[in-house]
């Protein structure tokens, strides 16, 4: 995959991140508006891991705009997948 398709499909997913995280904060104003405070603190729960994975699509970017702005400048450079090996 070419930097720039890998862009815009974080650019694509970060969108929907963000269109659920707007709906999870919704949500969670009406069960507090309904005083139903144990579903709202599950949506707060799901609102924190999303807010967690829109920072990772967000670094990911970065690090793929920085191998374009190095490729621009004639440095040859690519992202790699980091392969974690557990012992």
């Known amino acids: 995959m070419s930097i720039d398709t890998n862009t815009i499909h974080l650019d694509e997913e970060i969108q929907r991140e963000q269109a659920c995280i707007e709906d999870l904060i919704a949500e969670i104003e009406i069960h507090v508006q309904k005083g139903q405070i144990n579903k709202a603190i599950q949506r ?39 392969v974690a090996y557990q012992a």
């Open 44 to 82: 707060d729960l799901d609102l924190h891991n999303s807010l967690k994975h829109l920072e990772k699509l967000h670094s990911r970017k970065r690090l793929w705009l920085a191998a374009a702005g190095l490729n621009i400048q004639g440095k040859k450079a690519k992202v790699v997948k980091k």
